[in-house]
């Protein structure tokens, strides 16, 4: 392959790990390394501009590559999209750590009420010079979005 596609691919991935905009349902669940964890609070935000907020706890352990807790969201049962939600960077020392992800979803998109979120840890592990998504652990969450 040749290194710009190769690139474009990496950095395709970066950005929907990091919650930038919608991003189909994933098809494969992965399974923690004993230790490792995520959690999604029962309660959201949503602003009047559409930003959402969402936060939880994250521990993990074994990574040599940059980490990040990703967050997406979907709302009503029939729906296949779901909306990234930010990222932030996590650090794997095997301690328990807060996150916090910040991010706007289109218009009318989500509204006040009850949603499916799902939490990601992922790292970026080089293989063979290019960064590739390790998942570390995921869990999903219904949470109740709030106005404010």
Known sequence: MPVRPALTATAAAALLLLGTGAVAAPSAAAS?????????NSAGRIAADGTVTLSGTYR???ATGLVFVSSSLRQGASSTVRYGVGG??????????????????PAGAVK????????????????G????????????????????
């Open 32 to 40: 923690a390394a004993p230790g490792e964890t995520v959690t999604v």
């Open 60 to 62: 993990c352990t074994g």
């Open 88 to 105: 932030t960077r996590a650090v794997c020392d095997g301690r328990v750590h807060a996150w916090k992800n910040t991010g706007s979803v």
């Open 112 to 127: 006040a009420g009850a949603a499916d979120v799902e939490a990601t840890v992922t790292e970026l592990r080089s293989f």
């Open 129 to 148: 010079g290019l960064p590739l998504p390790v998942i570390h652990v995921v869990a999903r969450q219904d949470v109740k979005l709030t106005n404010g």
